[in-house]
């Protein structure tokens, strides 16, 4: 039987992935190969999806929870540091020894806001099923997954699926998966989670020209009831509910592109902010596409907050 305070206790968004350090030099310009330029300003800033999308979540006010590995020394410390500044409860496994922590890169390109990223993730292991079997799975309401390491990954969903077969439908957790790197052993978690996050890229890899069409083409690799969905940058984002039902939502562009980093993971938590709080699909769609859009307006993440009073 749960105790008083488990039950009065709010129950936290898991998001599983990658956590990574991303050095940003902002540049008037993009630079010429074999040139030597100045930046306008630069920055180390937490990265990775997953992570990303955690403080997309704790920002609009939602509890929630990182599970990604981590390797000892001093960028752990300001990732660890920068968790807690955004208030993100890290359940992460033990520090991995003898590997380097996942750096990124990123010119960030202030005349079009565009991003280009050089990422290196060498030797760190992904989440194990036997690490995420160590949680206490009562402690989230939803459970999200950066595609990554599928074999493991279907282990941990499978996990979940049992757990559920034990509750009533309101205490069960939801699931969402996010497939975005085009890689043929990742569309095996389709079929797994009740709201899938298929990226443009992956789309346009199996055959797919519009979000519309790969909506129709990709619906058929999901289990009954599960609601797909599909951001298209400019175009805004397309979604099928649990009952097939096409829905869409225009981009809302800000004034001045400034910096995209990030824009798919801030839709992602926008998007999960919304459904694991009751809301409608159209309504979480149309706010997903409003956050990620204002967050292209400014340098990192801090200011979504105050944007959200805006719109």
Avoid at 214 to 234: H, K, Q, T, Y
């Amino acid at each position: 039987m749960e105790q008083q305070g488990e039950q009065t206790k709010p129950k936290k968004i898991l998001c599983i992935g990658l956590v990574c350090l991303d050095i940003i030099s902002v540049v008037d310009a993009f630079p010429e190969e074999d040139s030597d330029s100045r930046c306008v300003s630069q920055r180390w800033q937490r990265g990775g999806n997953a992570s990303n999308s955690c403080t997309v979540l704790s920002l609009l006010g939602s509890p929630c929870a990182f599970m990604g590995s981590l390797c000892a020394g001093p960028v752990a410390s300001f990732i660890l540091e920068d968790f807690a500044r955004f208030q993100v409860h890290v359940c992460s496994p033990r520090e991995r020894a003898v590997c380097v922590t996942p750096t990124s890169l990123v010119i960030s390109n202030a005349a079009t806001g565009s991003r280009t990223i050089l990422h290196m993730n060498s030797n760190i292991p992904d989440v194990t099923f036997e690490d995420f079997n160590a949680l206490d799975l009562s402690a989230f309401k939803w459970i999200h997954w950066e595609g990554r390491n599928a074999d493991e990954q279907l282990k941990m969903m499978a996990a979940v699926t049992r757990h559920n077969a034990a509750l009533p439908r309101q205490r069960r957790i939801a699931t969402s998966v996010e497939i975005e790197k085009p890689r043929e052993k990742l569309y095996q978690l389709f079929p797994h989670a009740d709201v899938v996050f298929v990226s443009k890229d992956v789309s346009r890899q199996l055959g797919f020209d519009t979000p519309q069409s790969a909506l129709r083409g990709l619906r058929g690799r999901l289990r009954a009831g599960a609601v797909l969905i599909c951001a298209w940058a400019e175009k805004g984002a397309d979604a099928l509910d649990a009952d097939g039902t096409p829905l869409h939502s225009d981009a809302f562009p800000p004034q001045q592109l400034l910096d995209t980093l990030g824009a798919g993971d801030t839709f992602n938590g926008a998007v999960i902010h919304k459904l694991a709080n009751g809301c409608r699909l159209q309504d979480a769609l149309t706010f997903g596409c409003k956050v990620a859009g204002a967050k292209c307006g400014f340098h990192g993440y801090d200011a979504i907050a105050d944007k959200l009073t805006q719109m």
